[in-house]
T-cell receptor
Framework: NAGVTQTPKFQVLKTGQSMTLQCAQD?????MSWYRQDPGMGLRLIHY???????DQGEVPNGYNVSRSTTEDFPLRLLSAAPSQTSVYFC???????????FGPGTRLTVL | SQQGEEDPQALSIQEGENATMNCSYK?????LQWYRQNSGRGLVHLIL?????REKHSGRLRVTLDTSKKSSSLLITASRAADTASYFC???????????FGPGTRLSVLP
């Protein structure tokens, strides 16, 4: 099993550009989520999904969109990148809302 | 808003010593989990303790939970240089919401 994979590992964007961060898991987990991690801070939840076709907002959803068309994939879209979105983004999956989460290796995003 | 808050923010110890980190939270929880993050990597799950449990062990890890004080502690015994990492607590509440992570404790184990 590959676990949770994320692409790309690094990305540099200019202000106003859009892009999609990819996340995939091969553990048949229903629950998937996106977090951002800023220096000296814990992870903050952006969006999450409890199953295909179901998504909801987390703590910091503004500027991001998600969709969940399959159990395996949960892409995160930045609509119009801003410097405040410079961060490390982690995708995670879990077999249940209250179970341990498995994290991907992260995407380091810089917005100039 | 942050649910979990770890204490201390940073901890430096010698190899072989024990390391204790604390986590406080604000609302009732379903469970509390501890994660480790090595520099530049994703988080790795260490241990989960449910709200009806008071203590749990896993190898050199010992976690306690005091729901009356809304606090938890993570003890790493006989620390090794490889334990150098950031440690985060995360809480899951009872309302179907999601995990909330604290800012973490940076542990440095010196050889």
């Amino acid at each position: 099993n590959a676990g949770v994979t994320q692409t790309p590992k690094f990305q540099v964007l200019k202000t106003g550009q859009s892009m999609t961060l990819q996340c995939a898991q091969d553990m048949n987990h229903e629950y998937m989520s996106w977090y951002r991690q800023d220096p000296g801070m814990g992870l903050r939840l952006i969006h999450y999904s409890v199953g295909a076709g179901i998504t909801d907002q987390g703590e910091v959803p503004n500027g991001y969109n998600v969709s969940r068309s399959t159990t395996e994939d949960f892409p995160l879209r930045l609509l119009s990148a801003a410097p405040s979105q410079t961060s490390v983004y982690f995708c995670a999956s879990s077999s249940g809302l209250y179970n341990e989460q498995f994290f991907g290796p992260g995407t380091r995003l810089t917005v100039l | 808003s942050q649910q979990g808050e770890e204490d201390p923010q940073a901890l430096s110890i010698q190899e072989g010593e024990n390391a204790t980190m604390n986590c406080s939270y604000k609302t009732s929880i379903n469970n509390l989990q501890w994660y480790r993050q090595n520099s530049g990597r994703g988080l790795v799950h260490l241990i989960l303790i449910r709200s009806n449990e008071r203590e749990k062990h896993s190898g050199r890890l010992r976690v306690t939970l005091d729901t009356s004080k809304k606090s938890s502690s993570l003890l790493i015994t006989a620390s090794r240089a490889a334990d150098t990492a950031s440690y985060f607590c995360a809480t899951a509440d009872n309302y179907g919401q999601n995990f909330v992570f604290g800012p973490g404790t940076r542990l440095s184990v010196l050889p």
